[in-house]
């Protein structure tokens, strides 16, 4: 099991993003998306993320390089995971349920509060509207387009959308970064930490990395 720590970063505060961007690149810990857990999915993008926090939520800072490009879904909670998409699933030690959050590649969120795969509580608007996003590619839509592409896309997560208060956090939470895109012409479903199932399935907390909260 992999794990990864999370620096208190108190100059995210207030910072725009660029700088938040700047801070990220150095002060936090690097990670690549680099599990490819099922052989019929071997397409590998070069995917890196860091992931920080003030007091009051996390910053997440995904950097993206590979083929084929596609942003079809520009609506949130749409099933942005068809599109050129990254993931990140997050659980409370204790909890029998987690909250995954999922973004393509112009900040298109679908995000939800999941007991399992068929078990779950998509976010109000009023939430969605909490989490920041700011992509390179911008915020208009497209269809797939062929070639060799670099994005970014920063987000901020409140701790209030995860049932966390900042002010009272636990040493350790549990989860797994992701990156997959499944209606472009190379489908492929990476993993930060490996998942050991038989097909590509993201909600399976049991294989779900440490975060530990400086």
């Known amino acids: 099991m992999k794990s990864l720590k999370v620096p208190f970063l108190p100059q995210l505060t207030g910072a725009g993003a660029d700088e938040i961007i700047r801070i ?6 690097k990670s690549s998306i680099d599990e490819a857990n099922w052989p019929e999915f071997s397409y590998k993008p070069i995917t890196i993320f860091s992931l920080a926090r003030d007091e009051e939520r996390f910053y997440l800072y995904y950097f993206v390089r590979g083929n084929c490009l596609r942003a079809v879904h520009y609506n ?13 699933f997050v659980q409370k030690p204790g909890d029998d349920f987690y909250t995954n ?8 969120c679908y995000a939800a509060k999941c007991k ?6 998509l976010f109000s608007d ?24 670099t ?4 987000v901020e997560l409140p701790f209030s959308l995860i049932g966390l208060d900042g002010r009272n956090l ?3 939470l549990r989860g797994n970064f992701y990156k997959c895109a499944d209606q472009t012409e190379l489908p492929h479903y990476l993993s930060w930490n490996a998942i050991e199932s038989e097909r590509p399935d993201f909600h399976r907390p049991e294989f779900f990395g440490e975060l530990i909260l400086d």
């Open 101 to 108: 959050f999922e973004f393509n590649c112009i900040g298109t």
């Open 116 to 121: 399992n795969r068929s078990e779950f509580e």
């Open 170 to 172: 636990p040493k350790m």
């Open 126 to 149: 009023s939430q969605l509207s909490q989490i920041k996003r700011y992509a390179s590619l911008g915020q208009k839509p497209f269809q797939e387009m062929q070639g060799l592409f």
């Open 24 to 29: 990220l690149e150095t002060e936090s810990h």
């Open 76 to 88: 949130d909670l749409k099933p942005v995971w068809t599109d050129s998409c990254v993931e990140f």
């Open 151 to 154: 994005w970014e896309l920063l």
